[in-house]
Structure formats: structure tokens, C-alpha cells
């Protein structure tokens, strides 16, 4: 107990710092990915971005629920292990971590390949390493400091880029090249053919869609950072259904006016997935003129995009990490904290991890692991609430998520598990289950070892219990 009390986070998050970081967790990727984006879901993109926002929040609901009754930094390692046992907490953590921990080596990947496209840079790998790793140290050091510094800086990041995408969005549906006709081939996916197989290329929109969910995961970050409020833990769930709701009001209304402003085929170069078709299609509705607005739409709608969103991911990470290391499922010492109250360990953990994965190239392999990997911590979480209800219906809920919506979030995660099968390729295949093998070895490992000698525990309503 004295350990836990030496090395606890500092309460200084304030409830916008909490949105600011969830929401920067979600509003990624967004001048980077859109290439995907639009290459998976075609001119209906912007339906799949708000289809995604009403399939998501019935798991929303069950994470407001969780993190109110079980306020941990851990979240789905201890809402799982609570819920069914520790090898399901440590499965699932296993996995939103296969989607968090990759965030920062994809995040400095975008921003090396904007600064390359905006300024036709021809910067060799070597160069790009450098450039990356210093970035990433950068990131660390401010994970390492006062995490009140981090809620601020994340703030005017989020806000900033915000209202560059909104001016981009009303620019592209004032222009004279902006017209419904263009949205003729509604349905339409890269894909088509490998996703559509035997049954219709619908399929393929409904598998392209099915990966949209990578946009949307998380919001799961909010609970990473309960511990740190200061505010009542009811007020817990505003910042985690308000971030989904302004993700998608933001990727909805942006990419409506995109899907409108050319032809999809013109948009996508016959639907390929490269990036920065919105620095595109704004020099071909408004000539060179505009390039002023293009570099600054590279600033607020690719690096500051980017910045919220590694940032808090990366405090993700760590607090997760680092709860895994206080409960026993990691040697003590990864809880181990500075005089900030930040995670040692954890963070040097993601630094140099982060900087392995920047010898990764597949953005969009990283993109379908990223969906699959969420789901389906997502069908594990959404089992232990449905547990939980039944197990101990007497716990304290300061909100409470009904059993319909449980059960319906199990179902839609399915559903959406199943179809990213369909979709994801061999190199994604290859990197999950490398992934895995490395996560079993781990969990052998501690249920040969040190599960025998120490016991998991876990806060709850009844007090600190073995598990």
C-alpha cells in the first residue's frame, strides 16, 4: 500500500484537458488518412464516419459505466479482470495496446511525409530516422513533465486544428467545383473486387466501413486518465461521449464537403490510398493561389492533428503500463513515478518501441491491425459489463448503462470484428500475429512465474481483492 501511495498520479487534469486529450485521441490522422478513408468508403465516406458514430457509442456507454465503478488507470485490464479473471484483463489490455502503442511511430511518419509533400523534400531514410526519433524524444519529454502543461498544450492544439478543418470544409463547399453529381458512385471502394468477392461490392463498403472504427478508438483514453481529475467522477462520461460526438460531427461534416468538391475516381486517383488528396483537391478548385492555405491547413490539419493525438495516446500507453506494473501483471518498477508524477519506465518503454516501429512503411496495414485489435478488446470489455451486472448488481454506478446497450455493443463489435477479417491482408495478418506470440510469451511467462509468487489485485466496491 505505501508503494502505491509514493508513485500515485497527481490530480491536476481539469475535465477539458481530460475532452482535450480524448478527443485529440480521435481527431487523428485527418489530412493523412484521408486517402484511406476515402479509398475504403468512396463519396459515402462521410456516411460511414456518421454510421461509425452511432455504432460506437453503445460501447461508449459501457466504458462510462465501467470507468465510474471501477475509476482505474488500468481500465479494460481491470474492468476485465474484475469482470471475468486476470488472463482476460490481460488480453485485452494486450490488445488496445497493439492499436495505442503504434499511434507515435505513425504520427511521425505523417508528419515527415507532409513536411516531404509540402515542400518536395526528397529526404533520405537516414535522415528521416534522425528526424523522427528527435521528434519522439520531444513527445517523451513532455509525457515526462507536469501532465497539467501536457492538458494545455493538448487544448490549443485541438481547438486550433478544429477551426482550420471547419474553414477548410465551408471553403470546399463555396467552391464552384463543389456539386452533388460528383458523389454518382456513392458506394464505391478501392476494394471492391478483393473485399466484394462472391456476394456484391457492397460487402466491400461494409468491410471498408467496419475499419472505421480506427478513427474512433480512443475514447477508451479517458478512463486512462481517471485518476488524474479533478472533477466528480459522473462528470467522467461527458468527456467520453462528448470526444465521439465531436469526432464525428468534425469527420462527417469535412468529408461531405470533400466527397462533393470532385469526382471520387479524380479524388483518389482511381482509388488508391495516398495521402494528402485534401491539399489536392484544394489546388484544383482554387488554383496556386491558395498554396498559403495549403500550408496552413498542413499545419492545423496534419501536424496539430497529429500532435493531440500521439500525445495522448502515448499518456495512454504509459498509464496503462504503469497500471500494469502496480497490479501485479509487471515487475513494481514499471510503476515507479518521477517528481511530475509521471511514469519512468512506461514512457521510456513507448520511446523505444515507437522508435522500432518507424522502420514500419505500411500506413494502412497499421490502419486494419488498429480496427481489428480495438473490436475485439471491445467484445471482451462488453462480456465483463454484462458480467458484472449479473455478478454484483449492489456496486455503486455514478452512471449507469442499460443491460440493451451491453448486449447491443457486444453485438455491433462482433459484427465489426468479423468484417475487418474479411478485409485485412497478409501483412497485417503476419504483424498481429507476430504481436500475439510475443503477448503469449509474456503470459506464459507470468503464470509460470510470477503470478506463483505474487497475487493480481484489483481495487473495487468491496475493497482491494485478489485475482
Not at 471501477?70 to 479494460?76: I, W
Not at 528526424?131 to 498544450?153: E, F, Q, R, T
Not at 498542413?298 to 497490479?327: C, D, E, H, N
Request: charged residues 10%.
Amino acid at each position: 500500500m505505501e508503494n502505491k501511495k509514493e508513485n500515485a498520479l497527481a490530480k491536476s487534469m481539469k475535465l477539458l484537458y481530460v475532452y482535450a486529450m480524448a478527443t485529440g485521441a480521435l481527431f487523428t490522422f485527418l489530412c493523412y488518412w484521408d486517402g484511406i478513408f476515402m479509398s475504403y468508403t468512396g463519396p459515402a465516406t462521410f456516411l460511414a464516419f456518421a454510421l461509425m458514430t452511432v455504432l460506437i457509442l453503445p460501447t461508449a456507454f459501457v466504458y462510462s459505466e465501467l470507468s465510474t465503478m471501477l475509476p482505474s488507470a488500468g481500465s479494460c485490464l481491470v474492468y476485465n479482470t474484475v469482470g471475468m479473471n486476470k488472463h482476460a484483463g490481460f488480453w485485452s489490455t494486450w490488445l488496445v495496446m497493439c492499436a495505442w502503442i503504434a499511434v507515435p511511430a505513425c504520427g511521425v511518419k505523417g508528419i515527415l511525409d507532409w513536411i516531404g509533400f509540402q515542400f518536395a523534400l526528397d529526404i533520405s531514410n537516414v535522415s528521416l530516422m534522425i528526424i523522427g526519433i528527435i521528434i519522439l524524444i520531444l513527445w517523451c519529454a513532455l509525457s515526462l513533465y507536469k501532465n497539467v502543461i501536457a492538458g494545455k498544450v493538448q487544448t490549443i492544439m485541438l481547438f486550433a486544428g478544429i477551426a482550420g478543418v471547419f474553414v477548410c470544409a465551408v471553403m470546399f463547399l463555396c467552391s464552384g467545383t463543389w456539386s452533388f453529381s460528383n458523389f454518382h458512385d456513392f458506394f464505391a471502394s478501392c476494394n471492391s473486387k478483393t473485399w466484394g468477392g462472391m456476394f456484391s461490392t457492397s460487402v466491400a463498403w461494409i468491410v471498408g466501413c467496419s475499419f472505421m472504427v480506427t478513427p474512433y478508438f480512443g475514447f477508451e483514453t479517458v478512463p486512462a486518465m481517471v485518476e488524474e481529475g479533478q472533477f466528480p467522477i459522473k462528470e467522467q462520461k461527458k468527456a467520453i461521449l462528448g470526444c465521439i460526438l465531436t469526432n464525428g460531427v468534425i469527420n462527417t461534416l469535412f468529408y461531405f464537403s470533400l466527397a462533393g468538391v470532385l469526382p471520387w475516381a479524380e479524388l483518389t486517383n482511381g482509388g488508391d490510398c495516398h495521402a494528402f488528396i485534401v491539399f489536392e483537391a484544394l489546388q484544383k478548385s482554387f488554383g496556386s493561389g491558395i498554396s498559403w492555405f495549403i500550408l496552413l491547413m498542413g499545419i492545423l490539419g496534419v501536424v496539430l492533428p497529429i500532435a493531440t493525438s500521439v500525445l495522448s495516446f502515448w499518456y495512454s500507453v504509459v498509464r496503462m503500463i504503469y497500471a500494469m506494473g502496480r497490479q501485479n501483471f509487471l515487475p513494481k518498477s514499471f510503476s515507479k513515478t518521477n517528481k511530475f508524477a509521471q511514469p519512468i519506465i512506461p514512457n521510456i518503454i513507448v520511446l523505444v518501441v515507437s522508435i522500432c516501429f518507424l522502420t514500419m512503411k505500411s500506413i494502412t496495414a497499421f490502419f486494419d491491425l488498429m480496427a481489428f485489435a480495438c473490436t475485439l478488446c471491445y467484445c471482451i470489455t462488453s462480456v465483463s459489463a454484462i458480467i458484472l451486472e449479473k455478478k454484483h448488481p449492489e456496486w455503486e454506478r455514478p452512471y449507469k448503462c442499460s443491460k440493451f446497450l451491453k448486449y447491443l455493443s457486444l453485438i455491433i463489435m462482433i459484427i465489426l470484428a468479423f468484417f475487418c477479417t474479411i478485409g485485412i491482408g497478409k501483412e497485417t495478418w503476419i504483424g498481429f500475429i507476430g504481436y500475439m506470440l510475443v503477448g503469449l510469451s509474456l503470459w506464459i511467462y507470468m503464470m509460470v512465474f510470477k503470478w506463483k509468487r505474487t497475487k493480481v489485485y484489483m481495487d473495487t466496491p468491496d475493497g482491494e481483492k485478489e485475482y
